[in-house]
């Protein structure tokens, strides 16, 4: 799989969902993943936030489990 993100537990969380089905999207400046339900999360390429990966990890979270992000 590709390098989607400098951190590298954000980059693992992505490359296990993509074996899941979700689909990688590029964008201008980012990437993004597209649930198998078509929702879109933006991919925190170089995050600056200490809770990005925790961030983005629970909106994958809400998503899976169909709650509205």
Do not use: C
């Not at 689909?23 to 600056?48: A, E, N």
């Not at 990966?53 to 979270?61: E, P, T």
Request: aromatic share 8%; charged share 30%; net charge positive.
């Amino acid at each position: 799989m590709g390098k989607y993100s400098k951190d590298k537990d954000v980059d693992s969380l992505v490359n296990e969902l993509l074996d899941n089905g979700w689909q990688p999207l590029k964008r201008k400046r980012h990437w993004q993943v597209v649930s198998p339900t078509g929702i879109k999360l933006t991919i925190p390429v170089t995050p600056s936030d200490g809770r990005a990966f925790l961030n983005f990890r629970g909106d994958v979270r809400r998503v899976t489990q169909g709650v509205k992000v």
